[in-house]
């Protein structure tokens, strides 16, 4: 069966260190996206991709990269960790083909990052 | 810019009670509106979504929801609440561009 996998699930990491939060979709879905999830904010965009080699920032792309070198993978990267990036991140794709399609999410599992 | 509004940030229902989550949006266009729930520990899953025609639409679990252009909602239902339906409930507003925008969420509580 086709899934969206993350990883780790859990990550505890120091303040200034770079971490990389792993997805891999095996849907073959041409959008990739990265969500974080906060108490009272619910899910906010931190970038997405259309396709290899596209990327795009979202509402709180601060402090995040991302890069698309092939169609499953879209790797989340924080350059330097703050406190403020302590979350529950989540990674989705859609499929690209049509607007009903492509606006249809499927999520992974999440991964938590605690930042200290 | 699309929004969601979700106005009620925790409900506690009894088991076999009916359950009604409030959604209101803001955006320009004809909108495209999903409900997703997250059990604990758990990603998203797809319940239900809207995008034209019939305004009640039927989703998993028994859920519906209604799309009222004039209230800009779409509200969440079911008649009547099992235990495995205590989760939170994001309702979220899509757009020609793919992007997602998503609500706070509501907790819902199942007390027997």
């Known amino acids: 069966d086709a899934e969206i996998t993350q990883s780790p699930r859990h990550k505890i990491t120091e303040t200034g260190r770079q971490v990389t939060l792993a997805c891999h979709q095996t849907w073959n879905h041409n959008n990739m996206f990265w969500y974080r999830q906060d108490l009272g904010h619910g899910l906010r965009l931190i970038h997405y991709?259309?396709?290899?080699?596209?990327?795009n920032k979202g509402e709180v792309s601060d402090g995040y990269s991302v890069s698309r070198s092939n169609t499953e993978d879209l790797p989340l990267t924080l350059e330097s960790a703050a406190s403020s990036q302590t979350s529950v991140y989540f990674c989705?794709?859609?499929?690209?083909?049509?607007?009903?399609?492509?606006?249809?999410?499927?999520f992974g599992a999440g991964s938590r990052l605690t930042v200290l | 810019a699309q929004s969601v509004t979700q106005p009620d940030i925790h409900i506690t229902v009894s088991e076999g009670a009916s359950l009604e989550l409030r959604c209101n949006y803001s955006?320009?266009?004809?909108?495209?509106l999903f409900w997703y729930v997250q059990s604990p520990g758990q990603g998203l899953q797809l319940l239900l979504k809207?995008?034209?025609?019939?305004?009640l639409v039927q989703g998993i679990k028994g859920f519906e929801a209604e799309f009222k252009r004039s209230q800009s909602s779409f509200n969440l239902r079911k008649p009547s609440v099992h235990w495995s339906d205590a989760a939170e409930y994001f309702c979220?507003?899509?757009?020609?561009?793919?992007?997602?925008?998503f609500g706070a969420g509501t907790t819902v509580t199942v007390r027997a």
């Open positions: 989705a794709s859609s499929d690209g083909a049509g607007v009903s399609g492509a606006n249809v999410l499927t």
């Open positions: 979220a507003v899509g757009s020609n561009d793919y992007k997602l925008s």
């Open positions: 809207y995008f034209s025609g019939d305004t």
């Open positions: 991709s259309y396709g290899v080699q596209d990327t």
């Open positions: 955006y320009g266009a004809t909108p495209y």
